[in-house]
């Protein structure tokens, strides 16, 4: 029986089965799970598409146990197979994966620019300079060319944010007439887009998102901001011994009122009930109206 260890990665859980096969597991609505294969190609994990979907816990409960996981470290990196393509056909590399039991690990891979260049990629012109910087260029709305640096990260090749816009007077065709006139990109096996490579590594209070290239300071906590809340550390633990059961039933409760949606399936009785209450409120303000006029014209009438 294959030994399996389990991490987590986000909102994945991505479970190795030896040294030969990585899945990675996630929740959907109403308590389905998905799952797929993963791949590691350098210091990048890539989660493949969907394979399988099956019954499993429910979001509070799903998260309670990737909470307990710990994280996944043995890359820096990860990205979805699906953005990572060809250079050669522009089409994703999943079959290509999916053809091998495993990849083996690529050390990272610099462009050689021992014969820089310029060369083609898609809808993109790539220049290599003796400098060793590499660069984009395509072209935008209105015929305006926007262009930005690249990088290259275990074998792949990655375009880079946006950095400059101007005008050159070139028209798309021409623009996209002069760039078949060059060499088809060779230096790399695959490329992507930068906003599809994130960082594996997680702040210990909340994860971050963000493009490799920008990460943002890490917040302090909140107990380092403000010491006096350490000192009643002792009496919330204290608290929590014997409010915790109670809590947790309210949470999941709660989760699973949510989770089935409730509110959606009792809102047409409290619709219902509210009109059928604003009628008998009517119907009883009318019943009060005309018993107190004919109390009135009785008195009236008394009285002359």
């Known amino acids: 029986m294959t030994h399996e260890i389990k991490y987590r990665l986000g909102e994945y859980v991505i479970i190795e089965h030896g040294d030969i096969l990585l899945t990675w597991v996630s929740h959907a609505a109403l308590g389905a799970q998905l799952s797929g294969r993963c791949f590691i190609i350098g210091n990048i994990l890539l989660i ?16 309670e146990h990737l909470m307990k996981l710990p994280p996944w470290v043995k890359t820096t990196f990860y990205c979805f197979a699906s953005s990572i393509l060809k250079f050669d056909t522009g089409q994703s590399i999943i079959n290509d994966l999916k053809q091998h039991t495993y990849i083996h690990k690529k050390d ?15 809808r993109y012109k790539i220049t290599v300079d003796r400098n ?20 290259t990260e275990s074998g792949i090749f990655f375009i880079g944010p946006k950095e400059n816009e101007y005008e050159d007077g070139q028209s798309r065709r021409d623009f996209f007439a002069g760039q078949k006139l060059l060499r088809q990109w060779n230096k790399t096996f695959a490329w992507g887009h930068y906003r599809s490579l994130m960082k594996c ?15 943002g300071d890490q917040k302090a906590s909140i107990k380092t901001e403000m010491p006096f809340l350490q000192s009643q550390e002792y009496s919330r633990e ?6 915790a059961p109670g809590k947790e039933w309210l949470k999941t409760t709660w989760h699973r009122i949510v989770e089935w949606d409730v ?11 509210v009109i059928n209450a604003f009628r008998f409120s009517v119907f009883l303000i009318g019943k009060c109206a005309s018993i107190s006029l004919r109390v009135i014209k009785r008195f009236r009438s008394y009285y002359k």
Not at 108 to 117: F, L, R, S, Y
Not at 206 to 214: D, L, M, N, P, Q
Not at 267 to 272: G, N, R, V
Request: hydrophobic share 40%.
């Open 201 to 215: 590594m997680e702040p210990e209070r909340r994860r971050s998102y963000a493009a490799v290239w920008t990460p």
């Open 48 to 63: 493949g598409p969907k394979e399988h979907e099956k019954a499993g816990f429910l979001k509070l409960e799903f998260h």
């Open 238 to 243: 204290w608290f929590h011994e014997y409010t």
């Open 108 to 122: 990272n891979e610099a462009v050689d620019t021992k014969d820089p260049g310029i060369f083609r990629l898609g």
């Open 263 to 273: 509110w959606k399936r009792l809102a047409p009785l409290f619709i219902a009930g």
């Open 132 to 151: 060793n910087i590499i660069s984009w260029q395509t072209i935008g709305e209105v015929n305006r060319i926007i262009s930005g640096r690249c990088i």
